[in-house]
């Protein structure tokens, strides 16, 4: 984006953290609920992405009596916890305000940021007491205008996911938001996702359509390639579910990395950051000395001083 003649790259604070072109690429472990309802686990996904060097942790929140549709509520299934009411299932999963305060605590004392997915207004009314840094809208709720204005009213930064999303759906929600303290986030909502449904050159075309927004990548595919690719055409913000094993119990489980494959992603996105540059060709400090060595004619340009 260009002001005045000059190229302008949009920026989004969330919490101590700048996002946007220009920046580090703002990590995301996402947590969601593979925690499976244990404070517990969820602290040992907290510490496993701090090991990794992740911005920030995110969970899901939902008030099940609104998000589970009635004829829905009754029926059984099996479980962890022996088999239950798919209501009773969905409250089981959930956390309380004193579980989310202990999350609170234990995330200041380690130095990441949380934050959470509202699934319906109630939730958004629930998490306004914890001063989260910014909500992000899931892609299954990009056409609930009523609940991505709520999220917006709060003042606070909203990222939305547009899996699962026509072209048309993004724009009506972007018109309704407005682009002000926006993110908006790439995303293909199969679990996992194979890699020809990623489309991600898909960053590209948000960034040309919402140049004042940062962009971002919510990847759901197995592997980390992938996501590496999406930071190298240039998302700024990146998003995967993380679990303790895959093999665990829960519908994300499968699509999400485990700690020492968080650990490598964020190591490598920071190289790549390293390696992309800025553009301008030049010899480099560590080429001299093979200069020297290898080359036999010098060219008549000087190398500068």
């Not at 490598?268 to 560590?286: P, S």
Request: glycine share 6%.
């Amino acid at each position: 984006m260009k002001t005045n003649g000059k190229e302008i790259h949009p920026s989004i604070k969330i919490g101590n953290r700048r996002v946007g072109d220009g920046h580090p690429v703002f990590v995301i472990a996402e947590i969601g609920i593979n925690h499976n309802g244990s404070l517990d686990t969820a602290k040992r996904l907290i510490d496993g992405a701090v090991l990794a060097g992740a911005d920030a942790v995110k969970f899901q929140t939902r008030t099940p009596e609104l998000c589970v549709p009635r004829d829905q509520w009754d029926i059984e299934r099996d479980t962890p916890w022996g088999r239950m009411t798919y209501i009773d299932y969905r409250h089981r999963v959930e956390f309380t305000k004193a579980d989310y305060a202990e999350i609170d605590r234990h995330c200041r004392e380690r130095n990441i940021l949380w934050l959470t997915s509202c699934w319906d207004e109630s939730a958004v009314d629930f998490m306004e007491q914890f001063s989260l840094p910014c909500y992000k809208a899931a892609s299954a709720s990009l056409t609930d205008i009523p609940l991505l204005k709520k999220m917006k009213s709060t003042g606070r930064p909203l990222i939305i996911s547009t899996g699962m999303s026509t072209l048309e759906e993004i724009r009506a929600a972007v018109d309704a938001l407005g682009t002000d303290n926006l993110l908006i986030a790439h995303s293909t909502s199969s679990y996992p996702c194979p890699p020809g449904d990623l489309n991600l050159r898909m960053i590209h075309t948000l960034k040309a359509l919402y140049p004042q927004c940062p962009i971002g990548y919510s990847g759901h595919e197995v592997g980390l390639a992938t996501t590496w690719a999406a930071v190298s055409l240039g998302a700024t913000f990146v998003e995967r579910h993380i679990t303790l094993d895959r093999a665990m119990w829960g519908s994300d489980q499968a699509a999400s990395v485990e700690i020492s494959g968080l650990i490598r992603l964020v190591s490598n996105i920071r190289d790549i950051e390293r390696a992309m540059g800025d553009g301008i060709k030049k010899v480099t400090a560590t080429e001299m000395a093979q200069r020297k060595k290898l080359r036999r004619v010098e060219s008549a340009a000087a190398l500068p001083n």
